[in-house]
Every structure is written in C-alpha cells, then in structure tokens.
T-cell receptor, first 113, second 112 residues
Framework: KQEVTQIPAALSVPEGENLVLNCSFT??????LQWFRQDPGKGLTSLLL?????REQTSGRLNASLDKSSGRSTLYIAASQPGDSATYLC????????????FGKGTKLTVNP | DTGVSQDPRHKITKRGQNVTFRCDPI?????LYWYRQTLGQGPEFLTY????????KSRLLSDRFSAERPKGSFSTLEIQRTEQGDSAMYLC??????????FGPGTRLTVT
C-alpha cells in the first residue's frame, strides 16, 4: 500500500528566504507526482506535475524534483513571499491501473513579512 | 475561467438526512474523480469515472454513498442517512486521460 509522507508538517520562514519542502513515498512504481497548494477552506491548485521519467519541473519561482528510485520529491520555492503562505500537498499516482492520487498530509507554510 | 465547479459550496444537514452534491468538470475532460478531505489530512480517493462509466471505487465508499455521471459530463455524489463522521470537504477533480488532475473548490459538509 502506497504511503506518502511530508516533512516538515509546518514551516515558518521570513520573507525572501529560499525553502525546500519534502515528500517521500514508499512504492517507487509511480506514474506521476503532483504538487498542490491549498489555501484554508479552499480546493487544491495544481502547481507542478512530474512524470515518472522526468527528474524535475519548473514554474516561475517553483522547482520540483523527483528521485523515483529513492522515493523522494522536493519542492523548492525561491524568494518566498507572504502570498506563498498555504498548505502544500504532494500526491502520487501508481504506475498500474489505479487512477487514484495518494496524498500526503501536507506542509503548512507561513511566510512572515 | 472554465475550471471545475462544485455546488453547493457549503451544506449543513441533520444526521439521518440525504444530501447530494454536484460537480461540473472542465468541458473537454473525460475523467472525473471524487475525494474526501477531513481536517488536517490529505484528500482520500472515493471514486473515478471515465466518461459515464464508474471504473474504480474506494472501500471508503460505503453503501450509503452513490455517485453517477449519467451523460459523461457532470457528476453527482449522494450520501444517504448522513452520519456525523461524514462531515468533511468533498472535492471533485477532472483530467484528460491520465494527465494532470484539476480540482474544484469543494463542498464542505457539516452533519449536526
């Protein structure tokens, strides 16, 4: 059974700092991995998707990496801003027939002005 | 913006009542998913449709839950005889084939 773990559970940083969020998964037979952002009481916003054959994806100040063999992904946020404050979730889809995304519990990020 | 929409956004109901939620996916997406999220947890998969066919169901989807996607467009999720443990955010997502899943704003259910 796939399990996804995100560390740390919460992170507080001053504005302007670069930061890394971690995601690990137990079954390396994944099809893809997605990073999402969730604001309080809201739905999920997709940030980046990495296919299993890719090593990284970039969008603006965000860079996500994937090391499938070790079961790890990182989300790097450059020059953090107060507007980046949210919960960040990673989710994996299995290589086999299941279409479900398996999520971690998320990392709650607070960027202080 | 023609993203995923969900209705209602909030629902308060008394224990034992039936509730129905609606999800409208992105128009060209052939796959539709339902997830449930409780406070402090990541979303948990409930069920998935490809066009009008329900192809996967989680063990979380007890016999009180039923989902439909009658014409391969919008979907409904019904919960019968609601219980306090059903209180959660119900999230809908859609995708084109196995690609990126896009989520709606969710329906927050409170069972009193």
């Amino acid at each position: 059974k796939q399990e996804v773990t995100q560390i740390p559970a919460a992170l507080s940083v001053p504005e302007g700092e670069n930061l890394v969020l971690n995601c690990s998964f137990t079954d390396s037979a994944i099809y893809n991995l997605q990073w999402f952002r969730q604001d309080p009481g809201k739905g999920l916003t997709s940030l980046l998707l990495i296919q299993s054959s890719q090593r990284e994806q970039t969008s603006g100040r965000l860079n996500a990496s994937l090391d499938k063999s070790s079961g790890r992904s990182t989300l790097y946020i450059a020059a953090s801003q107060p507007g980046d404050s949210a919960t960040y979730l990673c989710a994996v889809k299995h290589q086999g027939g299941s279409e479900k995304l398996v999520f971690g519990k998320g990392t709650k990020l607070t960027v202080n002005p | 913006d023609t993203g995923v929409s969900q209705d209602p956004r909030h629902k308060i109901t008394k224990r034992g009542q039936n509730v129905t939620f609606r999800c409208d996916p992105i128009s060209e997406h052939n796959r539709l998913y339902w997830y449930r999220q409780t406070l402090g947890q990541g979303p948990e998969f409930l069920t998935y449709f490809q066009n009008e066919a329900q192809l996967e169901k989680s063990r979380l989807l007890s016999d009180r839950f039923s989902a439909e996607r009658p014409k391969g467009s919008f979907s409904t999720l019904e919960i019968q005889r609601t219980e306090q443990g059903d209180s959660a955010m119900y999230l809908c997502a859609s995708s084109l084939d196995r690609y990126e899943q896009y989520f709606g704003p969710g329906t927050r259910l409170t069972v009193t």
